[in-house]
């Protein structure tokens, strides 16, 4: 063994099956000793007065760091719990016990990578060894057919590339045992943190929410068998993709897919023996394509680093945007008077998670009908989205604001033509706005344009019961 025992530093990567860092940490060590660290600097609140990691980005995180747990205790080992710099405990931790190296997963920004470094610098000196494994991506970092500074600035090009000339590795078994340090050498393990820790309380289950997603990667597998094999409904998934309501018109894998608690290469290998025992079609190769985009905006990420942070992103463009705190909290709650906007991001709110259609949708109507900074937007989604991937996140707001890898130029979304095409009969805007539920059909979308007295009649005042539209909006003749 090239170690006595070595600390395995869970991250992004809460998961035991096709765990690199946890299976080469187990080959190459006598004893085992799985860490996670909670890391005050993400609980921070930011610049515009919310949490850097929000409620229900919180409760999933705190479901899936339990979920590990679990898993560890079944084969034999557990979870070491820290708070605090994970640069210093962690270390710490490895001095106390003896641990000669450390194992972790390769990030790809910036505030991870500095602690990356300290960690590595600091754990020199003692004469302990570092040594990370990238893992987060279908296609792996040393695979790719062009140095990270080379990778393509159009998804098309980079998508043909790889799958041109990249082979996907095979997934890692989870272990069958761990060979764990046990209580003479640590007597406590720890207990988790729970959301009072952190100044939050346990969200309540909207009434209105049909999310069921719990954080962990027994429930992610669960989802993987249940979406696959039991409602069989990946041979629909291009079809349904787009829809609003209701956990299955998508995968929902993306909460996972975040945290780690699945690997893109346990989705890519399901889906291959889906298609080999059920059905290949379109389908399943979307879901694959979407796979590619995550890591498209992962060596992104890698290539142009801060950059995909700043107001003028990778296309170094000059800042005219506008900073409204008054404009942009109504954005926040659901009040712009703009019915497809205000349902998608109550539905933020409420739940932590939004279709992709209301992500493009209510993203389009903060940068292109109120022009305000589009990074406002992209940390608040950051605060509350349970399936937030920093990569995926920044890369897309960028695009949406015109600052990162889209060819096109003035990305607009008509709100009301996308709302006739995605939700016309307006089921998805009395979910969530039951203020405007007495209106019938597609003008649901549109109450500007019915009567006062045809309003009156439903109990509905324009600027009282519901919000008068913040800017005028487009009609559906209008393009896009």
Not at 187 to 197: A, D, F, V
Not at 294 to 314: E, L, S, T, V
Request: glycine fraction near 6%; hydrophobic fraction near 35%.
């Amino acid at each position: 063994m090239k170690y006595s025992r070595v600390i395995v530093w869970f991250r992004n990567d809460l998961r035991v099956l096709d765990q690199e860092t946890l299976y080469k940490a187990i080959q190459q060590s006598q004893e085992v000793v799985p860490v996670y660290c909670f890391d005050p600097r993400m609980f921070e609140k930011t610049e515009l007065g919310f949490p850097k990691t929000g409620i229900h980005r919180m409760d999933f995180l705190l479901e899936s760091v339990k979920s590990l747990r679990e898993s560890l205790q079944k084969l034999g080992a557990d979870l070491v719990i820290l708070k605090g710099k994970p640069e210093e405990k962690v270390l710490e931790l490895a001095e106390e016990i003896g641990c000669k190296a450390i194992f972790y997963s390769k990030e790809a920004t910036s505030e991870e990578l500095t602690v990356d470094k300290s960690l590595e610098k600091a754990a020199f000196t003692k004469g302990i060894a570092c040594e990370s494994f990238w893992q987060s991506t279908l296609y792996h970092i040393d695979d790719l057919p062009f140095p990270i500074k080379q990778t393509p600035e159009v998804f098309t090009q980079f998508r043909k590339e790889v799958e041109k000339q990249c082979k996907i590795r095979s997934t890692f078994p989870a272990p069958k045992k761990i060979n764990y340090s046990g209580e003479a050498v640590i007597p406590n393990p720890g207990e988790l943190p729970n959301l009072q820790t952190y100044g939050l309380e346990k969200p309540k289950q909207d009434a209105k929410s049909w999310l069921e997603i719990k954080g962990g990667e027994v429930s992610a597998l669960g989802r993987l068998q249940s979406y696959f094999w039991e409602k069989d409904l990946l041979k629909v998934y291009k079809e349904t993709r787009n829809g609003l309501i209701g956990m299955d018109y998508s995968s929902k894998f993306s909460p996972w897919l975040a945290l780690g608690c699945i690997s893109p290469r346990t989705v890519y290998e399901e889906v291959k023996r889906y298609e080999q025992e059920r059905k290949k079609n379109d389908s399943t190769y979307w879901l694959i394509f979407e796979l590619i985009w995550r890591d498209y905006f992962r060596f992104i990420a890698k290539k142009h680093g801060d950059k995909i942070f700043h107001i003028n992103g990778i296309r170094n463009q000059e800042d005219s945007w506008r900073r409204d705190k008054a404009q942009f909290q109504r954005w926040v709650e659901g009040l712009t008077g703009v019915p497809f906007v205000d349902a998608n991001m109550r539905e933020l709110k409420a739940t932590g998670f939004m279709s992709n259609r209301g992500r493009q949708n209510v993203a389009s109507f903060l940068v292109n009908d109120l022009g305000i900074d589009w990074t406002w937007g992209a940390a608040y989604f950051e605060s509350q989205l349970i399936d937030y991937d920093v990569c995926s996140n920044w890369g897309n707001w960028m695009y949406v604001g015109g600052v990162g890898n889209d060819p096109r130029e003035n990305r607009y979304f008509n709100i009301l033509r996308q709302a006739k095409n995605y939700d016309r009969n307006g089921d998805y805007i009395r979910l969530w706005l039951p203020e405007l539920k007495p209106i019938k059909g597609f003008d649901i979308h549109q109450p500007w344009e019915l009567s006062t007295v045809q309003l009156r009649a439903l109990k509905i005042q324009l600027g009282h019961t519901y919000p008068q539209p913040m800017v005028k909006i487009p009609s559906l003749e209008k393009a896009y």
